[in-house]
Structures are given as C-alpha cells and as structure tokens.
C-alpha cells in the first residue's frame, strides 16, 4: 500500500475511534502548544523536513494529581517523547520505536507541563492522571496513625481493666481478712477456776 494511502487510513482510525484528538498544527513550540487534557491523542513528527515539525501540548493537572503519559511510537516510527515543566525544563524523557510503549510522568500537582514530541512518524499519547505521590504518603500516614491509635486505645483500656482487676482483689482481701478476725478472749486456754469451797 502506497504511503498517501496509509495515511488516509490512519486519519480515517482517528476519525471513527472515541476520544482520540489528533494533533492540530501549528503546535512546534510551547508558545503555541495545543491545550490538552486526560485522553488520548493521535499525531505524527517528521524530522526529514527543514525545520522539523515537533508536537507541543500544554496540561493543566489537577490538585492532588499526578501527570501520566504513555507514549506509543506507530509501527516503523521513532520518538522522542520529553515532559518539560512551566520553564521548558525537562522533567521525563523517554525514545520508543516501532510500536514499544512508554511511560513517562510528573508529580506535580495543580501545576503546568508540557509534553514535547519528536522524532520521525507516527504516534499516540495516552494522557490521564493519578493520585500524586504526597497524597500516597499522607494515606499511608492516616493508616498508621489510625492503627498507632487503635493501639494505644486497647493498651489504655487493658490498663484500666489491669487496675480494676487489682482493686477488685484487694477489697476482697481485706474483707476476707476481717472475717477471719477471732471474737475477743477466742483461742485462749481455757482459765483455772481456782480451789473451790463448799459454802457453808
Ligand atoms: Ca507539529
């Protein structure tokens, strides 16, 4: 099949998949990237022209999120997939070849990125976002303070049973104790009644 032909069945995919977006030109800077966010999209690069057509798009993540981007390189293509932050300074890169696919991510959340593409053929980007990194960590934190909680809660309460307990034993101690107290003059030997007299 012709390479004309091939590209009108991959724009003829693109039309009839859900939710794929397609890159739309002019989008070679990030002056002018294309506003995007969580789906997929659909373009191609071509470094063998002067100057060579790349791919910008700007994302917005939201709070509490982290940016994920899994970049598949078309058959018999290759790109350069970077994650640049709000500077243009690069954050995650990745190159994939001939229908490999890549993850790359950014935690950043509620901040700006930029994904850059270049390279030579066709390509998708799958773009959605997950729980960022600090608000893993602050669930972990909640689980263990919960369990630290819980723990101290039943060691406090054993405390308190062990007191009770305690007291319990006691009391009946001591009342075992004054029951067992003998009468006064109990246990003595029993006196001389001395001589005895007939009375007269
Ligand atoms: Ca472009």
Same mark, same amino acid.
């Given at each position: 099949?012709?390479?004309?032909?091939?590209?009108?069945?991959?724009?003829?995919?693109?039309?009839?998949?859900p939710g794929v977006v397609a890159d739309v030109e002019p989008n070679d800077s990030m002056e002018n990237a294309e506003v995007i966010g969580a789906g997929t999209i659909s373009g191609?690069?071509?470094?063998?022209?002067?100057?060579?057509?790349?791919?910008?798009?700007?994302?917005?993540?939201?709070e509490h999120k982290m940016l994920k981007v899994n970049a598949t390189a078309g058959l018999g293509s290759t790109i350069e997939v970077w994650i640049l932050n709000e500077n243009g300074d690069m954050v995650d890169?990745?190159?994939?070849?001939?229908?490999?696919?890549?993850q790359l991510w950014y935690?950043?959340?509620?901040? %700006?990125?930029?994904?850059?593409?270049?390279?030579?053929?066709?390509?998708?980007?799958k773009v959605y976002f997950d729980r960022s990194l600090s608000e893993e960590l602050e669930d972990v934190l909640d689980t263990v303070t919960k369990g630290f909680t819980r723990i101290?809660?039943?060691?406090?309460?054993?405390?308190?049973?062990?007191? %009770?307990?305690?007291?319990?034993?006691?009391i009946l101690v001591n009342r075992s104790k004054k029951q067992n107290v003998p009468p006064p003059g109990a246990g003595l030997p029993p006196q001389y009644p001395g001589p005895q007299y007939p009375s007269q």
């Open positions: 099949m012709k390479k004309w032909a091939v590209f009108i069945v991959f724009l003829l995919f693109l039309s009839v998949v191609s690069v071509q470094d063998k022209v002067e100057p060579p057509d790349v791919d910008y798009y700007r994302v917005e993540i939201p890169y990745t190159t994939a070849q001939n229908g490999s696919l890549r935690d950043k959340p509620g901040g %700006v990125a930029y994904i850059k593409v270049a390279g030579n053929g066709t390509y998708t980007l101290v809660m039943v060691c406090v309460a054993a405390i308190i049973l062990i007191i %009770v307990v305690i007291g319990v034993i006691i």
